[in-house]
């Protein structure tokens, strides 16, 4: 299998081969990426790449060649969710819609099961250091609440934990008074991300979301409210419907009704996005979106003038 513009991937570990993004990023050297350390640029997408799942298929092959150079985990919220009745996959051209619902085992569980065995997670060096000399990969713990009260007990519980090296604030949760994401709405957001921020030293990104009128003002109150980074795309809101049949009209697919785009129909927003937002903010932007290839992570680091840590992508399929 090769990707466009010629690296092959590993079989197995799915598209993002472990030196593959790291083209642009580890063999230019080590990051400090908010005060962490990072071995190279190239860190998962929340929810695209289950470490522990991983660990458990591959064993100590994953710990030889691991991807990226900080793991952020799935949304984590504070109660356990099964997340939304199937179908919850949709092909679409060039994308993906997915309407999993962020099903999670809750904050306890996490922080019981989950974080000790995402705490010793380490990737290789880049090529011209010491020979098998190792990095730590810092833990990103992503967390979602529909109230600034919830996602600061969340924040107060990641910061009770020394394995938790930052926190992601996924902001695409309607609010429970306006239905709206909390990330589109630049003054609820610069409160929540404020309310979070005093509650922890260690750094706060903020996810934001695509579906908001202007995301360079959610970018700003962000950053307002004390964000270290934001990262940026998330999925782009979507529908499917139902192949036309005889006498029943089209009704939508996926059983949340609508759902997100992810992949490469979602790249030239990540890139229009990305680049706005940094032009907007001085913190550190994590881009994100529909990237393949180490061109298209570079493509979205050269968009935007802050510093950016681009996502392999986790594909099972070869372009
Ligand atoms: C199956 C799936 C699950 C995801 N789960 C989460 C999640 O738990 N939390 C989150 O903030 N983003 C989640 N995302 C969004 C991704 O992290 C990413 O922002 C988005 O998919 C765009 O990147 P991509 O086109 O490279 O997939 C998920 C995306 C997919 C496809």
């Known amino acids: 299998m090769s990707s466009p513009d010629g690296d092959t991937r590993a079989p197995g570990l799915g598209g993002a081969r472990a030196d593959e993004g790291t083209a642009a990023g580890a063999r230019e050297g080590a990051v400090e990426f908010c005060g962490l350390r990072l071995a190279h640029r190239v860190i998962n997408g929340s929810g695209t790449f ?4 991983a660990r458990g298929v591959f064993g100590a092959a994953l710990d030889e060649r691991f991807p990226f150079a900080a793991y952020v985990s799935k949304t984590i919220t504070l109660e356990p969710r099964a997340g939304n009745p199937p179908p919850r996959l949709w092909e679409a051209a060039q994308g993906l819609i997915n309407s999993i619902g962020l099903p999670n085992k809750g904050l306890e569980a996490y922080m019981e099961e989950d974080v000790p ?15 098998g000399a190792r990095a730590a990969v810092p833990l990103v713990t992503n967390v979602m609440g529909s109230t600034a009260e919830e996602l600061v007990e969340l924040v107060d519980a990641c910061h009770e ?68 980074a ?13 192949p036309p049949a005889r006498g029943e009209r089209p009704h939508p697919w996926l059983g949340g009704g609508t759902g997100g785009l992810s992949g490469p129909a979602l790249r030239t927003v990540a890139l ?37 840590v681009q996502e392999a992508r986790y594909r099972s399929t070869s372009t």
């Open 50 to 53: 289950d470490a522990v799942a």
């Open 272 to 308: 229009a996005q990305v680049a706005a937002v940094a032009e907007s903010v001085s913190v550190p932007v994590i881009g994100m979106g529909g990237v393949e290839n180490t061109a298209h992570a570079r493509d979205l680091g050269a968009s935007s003038s802050a510093q950016t």
């Open 230 to 242: 934001v990262s940026l795309v998330n999925t782009l809101r979507a529908m499917a419907l139902t």
């Open 117 to 131: 065995a995402l705490a010793g997670l380490t990737t290789a060096l880049p090529a011209g250091t010491e020979a």
């Open 161 to 228: 934990r020394r394995e938790i090296s930052a926190v992601e604030l996924n902001v695409s949760c309607p609010n429970v008074k306006t239905g709206l994401d909390i990330g589109a709405d630049p003054v609820l957001l610069e409160r929540v991300v404020r309310a979070t921020r005093e509650r922890t030293s260690k750094p706060v990104i903020v996810k934001l979301t695509p579906n908001a009128a202007d995301v360079p003002a959610c970018a700003r109150a962000a950053q307002e409210g004390g964000a270290d």
